[in-house]
């Protein structure tokens, strides 16, 4: 089956600087890779999806890398404020296009 | 305006007795999902319904039971509730794979209802 985990449940980051996050994957096979943000008393949101079939994705501030050898991906955070204070979720769907995996998650709190 | 809203928002309760969540969406989608968050964030899904047929069912005790009055509405229902049901119920919906390409289309998800089993 598939399992997505994170490297570190909390990151804390000064306001301005550079948040990296990480997320790791079993099933190879996977093709299709997607981060969501969770801020507090709400749900998750899409924030950028990836496909197997490319190495790097931008959006805006942000930038997902995936590298399909070691089944890791990231979430790149420029300039990090504080709104960008959540929870964030990387995930894959699993099996058909439905059911979706959610990794454990990792805090992002930005110091002023 | 909201695209995918929940019922009621807080529900604590006592163990043993049964309630609802109700979940509503106005996107125009097919797909509608109940997940569970636990308190360690941990978020797991439950129970998907397409066109109001049941197409995924994880292992989930029968004391929970979607229900799916039309394409709108998949509301959940907890009988006999237990202190382990105490979780974030997050529902969600997405267009439709028409095709069964397997292209994932994005999960909108809802605001959450923090039941609390006492």
């Known amino acids: 089956g598939e399992s997505v985990g994170l490297h570190l449940p909390t990151l804390s980051v000064q306001e301005g600087d550079n948040s990296i996050i990480n997320c790791a994957y079993s099933?190879?096979?996977?093709?299709?890779f997607i981060w969501y943000k969770q801020e507090s008393g709400k749900g998750p949101q899409f924030i950028i999806d990836?496909?197997?079939?490319?190495d790097k994705r931008q959006g805006q501030r942000v930038t997902v890398l995936l590298n399909k050898t070691v089944k890791h991906l990231s979430l790149q955070i420029a300039a990090t404020q504080p709104g960008d204070s959540a929870v964030y979720f990387c995930a894959v769907p699993l099996d058909s296009s439905y059911k979706l995996i959610f990794g454990s998650g990792t805090r992002l709190l930005v110091r002023p | 305006d909201t695209a995918v809203s929940q019922t009621p928002k807080y529900l604590v309760t006592q163990m043993g007795n049964d309630k609802s969540i109700k979940c509503e969406q106005n996107?125009?989608?097919?797909?509608m999902y109940w997940y569970k968050q636990d308190s360690k964030k941990f978020l797991k899904i439950m129970f998907s319904?397409?066109?109001?047929?049941?197409?995924i069912n994880e292992t989930v005790p029968n004391r929970f039971s979607p229900k799916s009055p039309d394409k709108a509405h998949l509301n959940l229902h907890i009988n006999s509730l237990e202190l382990g049901d105490s979780a974030v119920y997050f529902c969600?919906?997405?267009?439709?794979?028409?095709?069964?390409?397997?292209?994932?289309?994005?999960?909108?998800f809802g605001p959450g209802t923090r039941l609390t089993v006492t």
């Open positions: 099933n190879s096979a996977s093709d299709y």
């Open positions: 996107l125009g989608h097919d797909t």
């Open positions: 319904y397409n066109n109001k047929e049941l197409i």
């Open positions: 969600a919906s997405s267009s439709q794979d028409l095709l069964g390409r397997g292209v994932f289309y994005e999960q909108y």
């Open positions: 990836i496909r197997s079939n490319m």
